[in-house]
């Protein structure tokens, strides 16, 4: 079935990397997305990508995608306090390219 | 920029009520979908519409819930009788085709039933 699995908390410093990790099943996914909710918000897209790259980067953030382990990754460089969120991954099924997904979620912490 | 708007933005209600949300998607969007995320977990897809037309509403427990469109634009959510498990917060997002590409979603709607 469908399922997308991360961990549930991460605590950095300011100005460390984080690298925020998720695992998928479905291999046919054509699209693989992360999104960030602050408290009592909805969510916001922070970045996405196609199924067949490898690395997609934009600012601060670099998605890196392992097709063969269905494992994802986003790396967010020189963490800042406001980066202080809920990190979700997200996959679109094969069965519905306009449905996601979602993982339970990870709580990014970044300590001054 | 445009947004989703959606109301209301809180709601207490008791157990066997009948509660309503509604959504305003961003316009020219077709796609418009409902999903209810109860704390600590992940966003799960209740309902996705293509213009007026549900697409998937497998999640949706239909002897209580009830979704519509009937304009293809605006939507409502309804729940009667509401039940404790039901407490959630309860996101609208919309998307311009629903094949890929971003959805854009609202701040939530957050339910808590007594």
């Known amino acids: 079935g469908e399922d997308v699995e991360q961990s549930l908390f991460l605590s950095v410093r300011e100005g460390d990397s984080s690298v925020i990790n998720c695992t998928y099943t479905d291999s046919s996914s054509t699209y693989l997305y992360w999104y960030k909710q602050e408290p009592g918000a909805g969510l916001q897209l922070l970045t996405y990508i196609f199924s067949n790259m490898d690395m997609k980067q934009d600012q601060r953030l670099t998605v890196l995608l392992n097709k063969k382990d269905k494992h994802l990754s986003l790396r967010i460089a020189d963490t800042q306090t406001g980066d202080s969120a809920i990190y979700f991954c997200a996959e679109t099924p094969s069965s519905n390219t306009g449905k996601l997904i979602f993982g339970q979620g990870t709580t990014l912490q970044v300590k001054p | 920029e445009a947004e989703v708007a959606q109301s209301p933005r809180y709601k207490i209600t008791e157990k066997s009520q009948a509660v309503a949300f509604w959504c305003d998607p961003i316009?020219?969007?077709?796609?418009l979908y409902w999903y209810r995320q109860i704390l600590g977990q992940g966003p799960e897809l209740l309902v996705q519409f293509q213009d007026e037309s549900v697409v998937d509403d497998s999640q949706l427990p239909k002897d209580r819930f009830s979704a519509e469109r009937l304009k293809g634009v605006d939507s409502t959510l309804k729940i009667q009788p509401a039940e404790l498990g039901d407490s959630a917060m309860y996101l609208c997002?919309?998307?311009?085709?629903?094949?890929?590409?971003?959805?854009?979603f609202g701040e939530g709607s957050r339910l808590t039933v007594l």
């Open positions: 997002a919309s998307s311009r085709s629903g094949a890929g590409g971003e959805l854009f």
């Open positions: 316009s020219g969007h077709a796609t």
